[in-house]
């Protein structure tokens, strides 16, 4: 949130602490904040210790949510010097029930040691919240 609200813009969030808030209500605050873009960001896990790296989903044949998704996956990458795994599209909850473009960032892999110590990091997640809003400026100021 800080780092959008430097660059500008108005920020809304969906929930501010760890409390679960359901995915059709993040969808519909999303909505009825009538937001540019939506982004839910997670951290990842898999049955295996050896695989790590960022994701950035959008829904598939949204060509404005491919388009935020490769914005932000390159900052991320960028921002962290993280493994780069793409911008697959996905039938996310959060992402088919928005109305603006939306993205879901896997910002790393829990079940890999290195990359679990890096996502606790706070200096790590400063990096990781400079690449998101680095990419959502890049798309929204890069729309026609």
Do not use: W
Not at 75 to 83: F, H, L, M, Y
Request: aromatic share 8%; with cysteine.
């Amino acid at each position: 949130k800080g780092e959008l609200e430097l660059l500008g813009f108005d920020v809304v969030l969906t929930r501010s602490t760890d409390a679960d808030v359901d995915l059709s209500e993040r969808a519909r605050i999303a909505n009825e904040a009538e937001g540019d873009c939506f982004v839910s960001i997670h951290c990842n896990a898999l049955d295996r210790t050896d695989y790590e790296g960022i994701f950035t989903y959008y829904y598939p044949n949204s060509t404005r949510g491919e388009a935020l998704a490769k914005q932000v996956q390159a900052g991320v990458v960028e921002a962290t010097g993280g493994i780069g795994r793409g911008t697959p599209s996905a039938n996310f909850q959060v992402l088919r029930e928005t109305t603006m473009p939306a993205v879901l960032v896997e910002t790393g892999f829990m079940t890999h040691p290195g990359e679990l110590a890096r996502l606790c990091d706070p200096n790590y997640q400063q990096k990781i919240a400079l690449g998101i809003a680095n990419g959502i400026d890049a798309y929204l100021n890069t729309r026609t």
